[in-house]
């Protein structure tokens, strides 16, 4: 998947995340884990920082510390929760 492209302006919700990790971590995105640490399976430094430019093009405000203080599936959509406000 193109994580350079911006597709929307709204923070993802659950399932468009697990659809931008699901081929990063070379799994089906219903298997990526809510509470699992996504560096541990496999999400590197490079992946995080192009999503995290993938979404500031797209105007939505992301903290690259705060995905990488909590690198959980859940975690993120927490951060991105809190974006919505």
Known sequence: ???DSPSS???PGEQELRELLAPLLDTRPEDVPGDANLILLG???IDMMRLVGRWR??????VFE????A?????????FDGLRT
């Open 43 to 45: 999400l590197t430094s």
């Open 57 to 62: 093009r797209a105007k939505v405000p992301v």
């Open 71 to 79: 690198p959980t599936l859940n975690g993120w959509l927490a951060h």
């Open 66 to 69: 705060e995905l990488a203080s």
């Open 9 to 11: 302006t709204q923070p």
């Open 1 to 3: 998947m193109d994580t």
